[in-house]
């Protein structure tokens, strides 16, 4: 359990450093035009990216949907146990039968 979470930890950590958002292409003036967009505190954010730079951003972009996907598979298994988790009746606490400690 206890690498489950550094491993959840390494997850977050790697996905808070890659980039969130997406590229657009737009047309302008009959050329086509790479955007990075983002959405920061409620607002659309958008920056002009020249190709070089939106081939790279691409591949961060895809390497934060990778690992979130991995994220999200690694949380499943860590709270599996506890979603499968059934009351067993034998355990239930009956105040008529306690006893005290003096």
Not at 5 to 22: Q, R, T, V
Not at 53 to 79: C, G, H, P, Y
């Amino acid at each position: 359990m206890n690498d489950d979470l550094k491993n959840i930890n390494k997850l977050e950590a790697e996905i808070a450093l890659l980039p969130s958002g997406y590229i657009s292409k737009k047309t302008i003036k009959g050329s086509i035009k790479n955007y990075y967009q983002w959405t920061e505190k409620g607002k659309k954010k958008s920056k002009y990216l020249d190709e070089d730079s939106a081939s790279e951003m691409k591949i961060l972009i895809e390497k934060r949907r990778k690992t979130n996907l991995l994220l999200d598979s690694a949380l499943l298994r860590f709270v599996a146990p506890i979603i499968e988790y059934k009351h067993r009746d034998c355990l239930t606490f009956s105040p008529s039968k306690t006893t005290r400690l003096n």
